[in-house]
């Protein structure tokens, strides 16, 4: 589709959808805050790194979103419409909160969640407007989901449970740090009884080094590598 062509290479644009994306709200609600907001850009540690650009467009101002959008043609009686095609899951609360933060900007984003079939037909029409495909296990919620919902394609407990995708749906939509852990174990007592697993959580967040540790990494993937990190004497 040309318009939607010229309409993401209008710089503009881009700049308008960035900033009506409140990050903070969003590392509230599926990170319990862990998250740091910032810019799809190289991160500290990695070749191509930008201080300036590492949070370039990423306050949130839904009147300045919507007067940039203006600009392009779109307002209040003329709402850009964007159809989102994405892989079910966890990531769909994170796509929701989006839906509701553009709303606010008159940019409406239709969610459509895909399967196998529908991926293959619409990928290969190219009949989308934004399509998003890739395992992110930012946070445990992302993780349970991935790999125990019935619905999922790398659906671990060989079960097909609406009870469990329930409770992993509810554990998922939780802020509060002490009831997830809660429903954290509730799930996993449920998976001991039902499923034959016995699921085991290993916190992975980097939340501090010392200054004394040297040789620890960042690579491409902006996952920490241990290998050769030491402490010296």
């Known amino acids: 589709d040309k318009n939607y062509a010229d309409l993401f290479n209008n710089i503009k644009f881009r700049q308008a959808i960035s900033i009506a994306v409140d990050r903070n709200q969003v590392s509230e609600l599926r990170s319990d805050g862990f998250l740091l907001p910032g810019q799809c850009a190289p991160q500290p540690g990695i070749f191509g790194y930008d201080e300036e650009w590492i949070n370039k467009w990423t306050e949130y101002d839904v009147e300045k979103a919507k007067s940039l959008l203006k600009e392009a043609g779109y307002d209040e009686n003329n709402k850009l419409r964007i159809e989102f095609i994405y892989k079910g899951g966890v990531m769909a ?55 125990w919902n019935s619905k999922a394609g790398n659906n671990r407990t060989l079960t ?37 697993m016995v699921p085991l959580y290993i916190d992975t967040l980097l939340t501090g080094v010392n200054s004394n540790v040297e040789g620890l990494v960042l690579n491409s993937n902006q996952s920490h590598v241990f290998t050769y990190a030491y402490v010296p004497e």
Not at 113 to 137: F, M, P
Request: glycine share 4%.
């Open 93 to 147: 609360g994170f796509y929701e909160i989006l839906q509701a933060q553009w709303a606010l900007a008159n940019i409406d984003l239709v969610l459509m969640s895909d399967d196998s079939t529908k991926t293959v037909e619409l990928t290969n029409g190219k009949a989308y407007h934004i399509y998003q495909t890739q395992w992110n296990w930012s946070t445990t919620c992302n993780s349970l989901d991935s790999l």
């Open 160 to 196: 097909n449970n609406a009870e469990l995708d329930a409770m992993l749906a509810d554990v998922c939509s939780d802020v509060d740090e002490t009831k997830r852990a809660e429903k954290i174990g509730a799930i996993g007592d449920w998976l001991s009884d039902y499923a034959a």
